[in-house]
């Protein structure tokens, strides 16, 4: 199993950026694909996930009504939208793939992790 993330790169304030994340050596049908962040010197967070079988997602407050979660079965991928971003989005964005068991929010609940894509915003 592989997750490909991709789209990192750098933007303004305000701006807005799109990641994708291609999956590849399976179906992920009955669980969930999360995306995660880690910042210069600061510990993995959640930032939210989708269920892949019924679309819902849920975010962290910290992205809640600026960042959305899709997925696009016919090409196994999901995409993370991020718009209006601010200085503190800037980080490592990890795609993630895990059953759909526990905290969604858990990183030890994700049994893949792609490579992760890099996301400055300046201020």
């Known amino acids: 199993v592989q997750l490909q993330a991709s789209g990192g790169g750098l933007v303004q304030a305000g701006g807005s950026l799109r990641l994708s994340c291609a999956a590849s050596?399976?179906?992920?049908?009955?669980?969930?694909m999360g995306w995660f962040r880690q910042a210069p010197g600061k510990e993995r967070e959640f930032v939210g996930r989708i269920n892949w079988n019924t679309g819902y997602t849920h975010y962290a407050d910290s992205v809640k009504g600026r960042f959305t979660i899709s997925r696009d079965s016919t090409k196994n991928s999901v995409y993370l939208q991020m718009n209006s971003q601010k200085s503190e989005d800037t980080a490592v964005y990890y795609c993630?793939?895990?059953?759909?068991?526990?905290?969604?929010?858990?990183?030890?609940?994700?049994?893949?992790w792609g490579q992760g894509t890099e996301v400055t915003v300046s201020s």
């Open positions: 993630a793939a895990g059953r759909m068991q526990g905290d969604s929010s858990d990183s030890g609940m994700y049994n893949y």
């Open positions: 050596g399976r179906t992920f049908s009955n669980w969930r």
